[in-house]
């Protein structure tokens, strides 16, 4: 405080010479002279330190825009605004009345001569410039992720390529590619730490011609949790085949707990239509065309990859159908007018003279175990005139396709004859 008095008195009264030769840090010895005491009755007390200044910014900041710890858990603090360095775009003895102060945002000297301190003309774009600097220094500069290294959601893990695993030894996994299919946060309660938090990884790897993998993986962080999965996963690779390389050698059904999936095999071209989970486990496989749907608990990740795996190592080919049924398989194509087409024969050349009365030959439904996928009925429209009058017009041509082909398979019309509407 004598300190400030004392600057207070210099810079307010220029006729207080003796004030500049005093060398002591207090200046009690001065405010006990006689001579200045008519003078310093007319001081007035300044406070240098208040109520706003006692806090440093941080904690200024905190309570502005700070999160509780229970609000941070559940996800309270993602759309918090962050603090602004106010510091940014101000210069020191620059303000918004524009001054010249020697020694300190000018040269004390000019030359010869010496500088004095005067004020500047107004700047109107001060504000301006120094919320445009700002604006330089603080806008956050992301990386832009190619469109095809993105995950499933913007810059989020799940979907997301890591690479390869590590080699063992002197063996390098050329050729694998490993996806993220989830990455979350797990707690653990302990009795001397409390709640542990940690983070678990649950990765899919393979080769994309038929050898795959998948692992979990945990750690205290999420590098070494992706990485521990990765490794891991690389160590229970399996084998899966695939018909021409490209799809499923069958319809499946498989269930782990409460996840069902019907998964059904397509022609080529027609592509991956399925949980996205399914699709990212098949892009690594290396299977191309496929129609799955989860029938419930389509959240469940790591259930719905252990049903899959189980289902796809669990298909037959079709020279083992033959062999266990003891029976032809035989393929009809609409493309080629349903011409019987053998596919597979029993090896041992036994066939059965009779088919079996309690199990359905039908190929689509053969591994379904009996269950049926529920197929909803589509929503009506016939209430909308425009329908009614389509539905009107179609009436006297109804299921004459149908009757066509079933009166040429009959021999009742050739299937050159064309008939007239």
């Not at 602004?84 to 020191?92: A, E, P, R, S």
């Not at 989020?156 to 590619?177: A, C, K, Q, V, Y």
């Not at 059904?264 to 065309?289: D, S, Y």
């Not at 266990?324 to 003279?353: Q, T």
Request: proline letters at 5%; charged letters at 25%.
């Amino acid at each position: 405080m004598a300190s400030a008095m004392l600057c207070a008195v210099r810079t307010s009264f220029s006729v207080l010479r003796p004030l500049q030769t005093c060398h002591s840090p207090s200046i009690l010895p001065l405010l006990q002279s006689a001579r200045y005491l008519p003078i310093l009755a007319n001081l007035t007390d300044i406070r240098f330190s208040s109520f706003f200044k006692r806090l440093p910014a941080d904690r200024l900041w905190e309570s502005v825009g700070g999160v509780s710890n229970a609000g941070r858990k559940k996800g309270r603090g993602r759309g918090r605004k962050r603090k602004v360095d106010l510091h940014i775009g101000q210069i020191l003895g620059d303000g918004q009345q524009q001054m010249v102060w020697p020694g300190l945002n000018a040269p004390v000297m000019k030359g010869k001569k010496l500088l004095n301190v005067e004020s500047l003309p107004h700047n109107p774009d001060r504000k301006e410039q120094i919320q445009k600097v700002r604006d330089r220094f603080q806008r956050s500069r992301h990386l832009k992720i190619p469109a095809l290294q993105r995950g499933w959601t913007g810059r989020r893990m799940p979907g997301m390529s890591i690479g390869p695993p590590d080699p063992l030894d002197d063996f390098t996994f050329e050729g694998f590619d490993t996806r993220v299919l989830e990455l979350k946060t797990v707690a653990n309660m302990t009795a001397t730490l409390g709640r542990k938090r940690s983070y678990s990884a649950f990765v899919v790897t393979g080769n994309k011609n038929g050898l795959a993998g998948f692992a979990k993986g945990r750690s205290a962080s999420a590098k070494d949790a992706l990485r521990k999965a990765k490794n891991k996963a690389a160590l229970r690779l399996q084998y899966i085949e695939r018909f021409e390389d490209h799809t499923l050698w069958h319809n499946i059904f498989c269930q782990y707990y409460a996840v069902k999936i019907f998964a059904k095999k397509r022609p080529k071209g027609f592509g991956l239509t399925c949980h996205r989970v399914l699709k990212t486990i098949c892009q690594v496989i290396g299977i191309e065309n496929m129609y799955a749907k989860v029938d419930s608990h389509s959240k469940n990740t790591q259930c719905m990859t252990k049903a899959f795996f189980d289902g796809l190592l669990k298909q037959e080919t079709h020279q083992e159908l033959a062999d266990r049924m003891n029976m032809h398989l035989v393929e009809f194509r609409n493309e080629r007018e349903y011409f019987p087409n053998v596919i597979a024969s029993p090896s041992d050349g036994k066939i059965l003279d009779a088919p079996p009365a309690n199990i359905d030959l039908d190929f689509s439904q053969l591994y379904y175990g009996g269950k049926r996928q529920l197929q909803k009925k589509k929503r009506s429209n016939n209430n909308n005139p425009l329908m009614r009058r389509k539905l009107w017009l179609d009436y006297k041509h109804r299921n004459q396709y149908q009757s066509r082909l079933d009166r040429i398979v009959l021999g009742f019309e050739e299937p050159g004859n064309q008939q007239q509407k």
